[in-house]
């Protein structure tokens, strides 16, 4: 079971192809490896008001492994009627808008469109809800599933008083914290119901709608985010991450703002680049990617093999707080240990059990720095072989694709994987030619 062949592949036809993959629409959100996985936002209306209701919104993270990291989600929508929000709780929108009309009680916001956010860490408990306040960060639902999920409270004025008359908004945006998502219309389905804390009674809400919002990466950036680098002990062949896998240098419409490590001006360069300003500030390299996975085949022996995995951080800009790696290999199905590296096995193909969930140890190595000296974790997996299916040749030992934070990375092109000795040049020679050689050099001399 190996990779086919096929040409070498040069840094152009590499350039020509990502420019190709990166012209894709939001139909290509669709992954193979979590073919369910989404946000779900549900509204759930508890109380009527005199002019309005008072709803609950909560955000579930139903993707495996894509989470939202720090500066956190926005979530954004357009009013179907004139409501206002008199109050908020566990969120707050980031303007208030032109509430002049009102002369009594003044709004918390009074925009056609507004636009929310989780409150931070530490806010009074008089301003908090379950499952608020963490900064806007969404766990992964196989990471963390306690921290996959973010609510606030909101109350909305001169809106419909009974399910007839509510009118539910409409343009859901959801930012995390830049584009990515898509977010299709609310649907009402069947209030949610609540068991109360004896477990003796359930309530339901008054009424309930949901809003489905899924990833592309093709949405979220122009070019891709990581790149694969392999080794192995039986070649001395490093193959690097293909050129221009990220971005070019000087190329700023292929990402190509970088920085030389080695300039004496960095810390200025990199403290001066802009607090909000989430595009990657990466290390100058050839690849030009923001992170690196390199796979090393490090050890043979009689009944299993070892692989040494190492993650580097080239982005100055970006420290990556609960990190995690998806990778693709048929030997997922026998890997015996694994060091430093939590673990959870993937099945997106039923049965199939070849897709493996790495991310860090907490409180360890779950923050991967910036890039730096310290930018980088690594961890080795032991596999047991399986006689049926194991070798080295054709580039086997070597993943089918990885993900990093849930983008799919730029794999090498398979025929530049490092090859067995004498596997990949030279032609195999049966011991009747080389028979026939001989008595063919024998009778030569003879006759000489």
């Not at 012209?23 to 290509?28: A, H, I, K, L, R």
């Amino acid at each position: 079971m190996g990779f086919s062949l096929l040409p070498k592949a040069t840094p152009c036809i590499l350039l020509l192809v990502l420019l190709y993959c990166t012209s894709f629409t939001s139909t290509d959100a669709y992954d193979p490896l979590d073919p369910n996985g989404n946000i779900t936002i549900k509204w759930d209306i508890i109380s009527w008001t005199p002019d309005g209701y008072v709803a609950v919104v909560t955000m579930n993270n139903f993707q495996q492994y894509r989470h939202i990291a720090s500066p956190g989600w926005s979530l954004g929508w357009t009013w179907a009627k004139k409501e206002v929000i008199w109050s908020m709780m566990g969120g707050q929108t980031t303007e208030q808008g032109d509430c002049s009309k009102f002369k009594g009680g003044i709004p918390h916001c009074c925009k056609k469109d507004p636009t929310v956010v989780d409150l931070l860490p530490g806010t009074p408990y008089n301003q908090q809800i379950a499952n608020c306040c963490k900064g806007g960060v969404l766990s992964s639902w196989v990471q963390d599933p306690t921290n996959a999920v973010s609510s606030f409270q909101v109350s909305v004025g001169r809106a419909g008083t009974t399910n007839k008359t509510v009118k539910v908004p409409k343009n859901f945006t959801l930012n995390a914290p830049g584009p990515g998502y898509t977010c299709g219309p609310a649907k009402i389905v069947k209030p949610t119901q609540f068991i109360q804390a004896d477990k003796r009674r359930v309530t339901q809400a008054l009424m309930t709608w949901n809003v489905t919002c899924t990833y592309s990466q093709f949405l979220a950036q122009k070019t891709p985010s990581c790149c694969v680098s392999l080794s192995s002990f039986y070649n001395d062949t490093i193959v690097p991450c293909p050129t221009c896998a990220c971005g070019c240098q000087g190329n700023s419409s292929l990402s190509g703002s970088c920085v030389n490590p080695n300039t004496p001006h960095l810390a200025s360069v990199v403290s001066g680049s802009g607090k909000n300003n989430f595009s990657p500030l990466v290390q100058c390299t050839s690849h030009m990617c923001p992170v690196r996975i390199h796979w090393h085949v490090k050890l043979n022996y009689k009944e299993y093999w070892r692989v040494k995995v190492t993650i580097t951080n080239f982005n100055y800009r970006m420290n990556y707080s609960e990190w995690n790696m998806v990778v693709q290999h048929p030997n997922f199905d026998n890997l015996t240990q694994l060091f430093s590296f939590n673990y959870k096995s993937l099945t997106p193909y039923g049965s199939i059990n070849d897709t493996a969930m790495l991310w860090g140890v907490k409180f360890y190595n779950d923050f991967l720095n910036q890039a730096g000296p310290n930018g980088n974790v690594q961890s080795e997996l032991l596999f047991r072989k399986d006689k049926a299916t194991f070798t080295f040749d054709k580039g086997w030992a070597f993943p089918r694709r990885i993900y990093f934070n849930g983008d799919n990375c730029v794999m090498p092109p398979p025929d530049a994987y490092p090859w067995l000795p004498n596997a990949g040049s030279r032609p195999e020679v049966s011991l009747f030619a080389v028979v026939i050689a001989s008595l063919v050099a024998l009778v030569f001399y003879a006759h000489a």
